[in-house]
């Protein structure tokens, strides 16, 4: 099982509409997948479910929010199964879902609390215990069950996001050929690492459980909402592009040769109908482009 976050620091780059689009080629691949949705705005989640349908069945008491809070003890209680995406992926792989809440955002919150402690050892200790939350959680499921769990992150680094990173074997990175979606990957990627010292660090002196360090790598940089002009990225977000080429071989990530095309048209209307764009057959020229894409992903990620 492979678990992958997707994140970036600048929201609008398309992320939640990447999420959905892997998670639904991959299934229509005959893989089984798990989405889980981070990101308080619960975007994903409202790509596969009505929200009225939410409000009445799951909002109470079967989101993620439950597992942060510690009001749910059993992950496996909180997974969902989206009905109308079914009907594309008859006698093919599974497509589940965990739903975001708008209360993930006083989560944090109170996650932050619990954080400190009577001495620098039990800092520590609290620090491993509340970023493990996640993980905690999805060790809990059948390792037979899911292929793949796409974790769809908040446009920000807090401490639910910081989870899904410890969580995680790959982080994969969204962005947009423009300045201050490529100018976050340098952040990021230093925040990342400084996370991944800190945790393996503290791991050490947990001594309630054996905690294993982590090592979760950069799966690479995809370009999302590219403007083409005679097949070629317009000339404005050339720039972007080549300065994230070079800072990817300068700190040995990748970037993925497959670059998905803006049309916020039509990525913008499939969320209602709670099935990706990539499993519609009314999209051919973009759903052939997000293919592309997922075999490129996989072959990354060693799926």
């Not at 892997?22 to 409202?46: H, K």
């Amino acid at each position: 099982m492979k678990i992958i976050s997707v994140i970036n620091y600048k929201g609008g780059v398309g992320k939640t509409t990447l999420t959905a689009n892997i998670a639904g080629e991959l299934a229509f691949r005959d893989y089984n997948v798990l989405m889980i949705d981070l990101d308080p705005q619960a975007s994903l989640t409202f790509s596969f479910l009505k929200p009225d349908d939410w409000r009445e069945k799951y909002a109470k008491s079967k989101t993620i929010r439950e597992w942060f809070n510690l009001k749910s003890k059993n992950f496996n209680d909180l997974i969902i199964v989206p009905e109308e995406v079914q009907k594309w992926l008859i006698d093919k792989g599974i497509l589940n879902l965990v739903s975001s809440h708008l209360g993930l955002i006083n989560v944090d919150l109170e996650l932050a609390t619990m954080l400190g402690g009577a001495n620098m050892q039990q800092n520590k200790q609290n620090f491993v215990k509340v970023h493990r939350l996640l993980l905690n959680g999805i060790n809990q499921l059948d390792k037979d069950k899911y292929d793949i769990i796409l974790i769809d992150c908040p446009p920000n680094f807090n401490i639910v996001t910081k989870n899904a990173i410890v969580a995680s074997d790959f982080i994969l990175i969204p962005a947009k050929p423009d300045y201050l979606s490529t100018m976050g990957i340098d952040y990021l990627q230093e925040s990342v690492k400084e996370l991944v010292k800190d945790y393996n660090e503290y791991c050490k002196v947990k001594d309630e459980d054996i905690v294993e360090k982590i090592k979760p790598k950069l799966a690479g940089v995809v370009f999302t909402m590219v403007q083409y002009y005679a097949e070629e990225p317009i000339s404005a977000t050339r720039p972007f592009i080549a300065q994230t080429e070079i800072l990817g071989q300068e700190n040995n990530f990748k970037i993925f040769e497959n670059k998905l095309r803006e049309n916020k048209t039509l990525f913008a209307d499939a969320p209602q109908h709670g099935v990706p764009i990539v499993l519609s057959n009314n999209y051919r020229g973009i759903a052939d482009e997000i293919k592309e894409f997922v075999t490129e992903f996989i072959t990354k990620i060693k799926l």
